[in-house]
């Protein structure tokens, strides 16, 4: 399956005080998918034979199957229980994990071919920013407004994003690279000649270092990424009205109008004057 194909169901949303729950200790298998984010104290889990440390802020995922035990600690949790289709919405309650080696089918056993990393467990640390989704989430689960579950799908996938995202960049092992940050300096440099040495040189990376872990962000070079936001820039720019192509092709940052135009026919499958045209 391709991570593009999901439409998770959030079969359940909960907040866990591991203090008050000592059973919790004991290793189990989950039948459904897992989140815990953990928003106070020092989450300890144990996986595969690992033990695995969470401090706040910290993201902890699971695929079904794959047994864990929540060592004794003192920590606060945000939990969602979840699959990646809408298959199983029928199952609305809890779906309770099995003792570890007891056989006992899956609610959903998804392999992913693009994220493998998703296939297994994968814990986060410094992920703050999804704190506020995992509270909006467990808002939703217990009002349960109109489209809650709806509401739920999207912003479980919100989650898995962040959660894939912060992998590949994790992929790098270099906390001073940061994919994101470089794409939102070349999208606010457009109009400006860009090329891997002089951004490279701005970030303090080799070319070479530079554009390669740009690629395994973003899944294309840079000078692709630059072309594409280019496009994306000029198409924003006729659509609110400027009809002055050469003046349009220059902001974009392409000094030859006729390669503007050639590009531009080559993304959107019609020329510049084209889409002025049909606007």
């Known amino acids: 399956m391709f991570f593009s194909e999901i439409k998770p169901y959030a079969r359940y949303v909960r907040f866990l005080d591991i203090k008050t729950y000592p059973q919790l200790s004991r290793e189990v298998t989950p039948l459904d998918n897992r989140l815990f984010y953990v928003c106070g104290g020092t989450g300890l889990f144990k996986i595969g034979g690992q033990i695995l440390e969470a401090p706040a802020g910290s993201l902890l995922y699971i695929h079904s199957g794959v047994s864990y035990a929540h060592l004794p600690c003192s920590a606060f949790y945000l939990a969602i229980n979840f699959d990646f289709l809408q298959n199983k919405r029928h199952l609305s309650s809890p779906v309770p994990p099995c003792e570890s080696g007891e056989a006992k ?4 056993d998804i392999r992913f071919f693009d994220y493998t990393v998703l ?25 349960r407004a109109p489209l809650f579950e709806e509401k739920l799908s999207l912003k479980c996938t919100e989650i898995l994003i962040s959660l894939i995202r912060k992998s590949e960049q994790a992929v790098s092992n270099d906390s001073r690279f940061d994919a994101e940050k470089i794409a939102d300096y070349l999208r606010k440099n457009l109009a400006e000649p860009i090329d891997n040495k002089a951004v490279a040189e701005k970030f ?15 899944g294309k070079p840079i000078h692709r990424y630059v072309l594409e936001m280019r496009i994306l820039k000029a198409i924003s720019l006729l659509e609110a009205g400027d009809d002055n192509i050469a003046s349009i092709s220059k902001s974009v940052g392409f000094e030859n109008q006729n390669y503007f135009s050639r590009y531009f026919k080559k993304v959107t499958g019609v020329s510049p004057k084209y889409y002025l045209k049909k606007r």
Do not use: D, G, M, W
């Open 119 to 143: 296939n297994s467990f994968l814990l986060l640390k410094n992920c703050q920013h999804l704190e506020e989704l995992f509270k909006e989430s467990e808002r939703e689960f217990i009002t």
């Open 204 to 218: 303090h990376f080799h070319p070479n270092y530079l554009s390669s872990e740009f690629a395994k962000y973003f």
């Open 105 to 108: 089918e899956l609610v959903e």
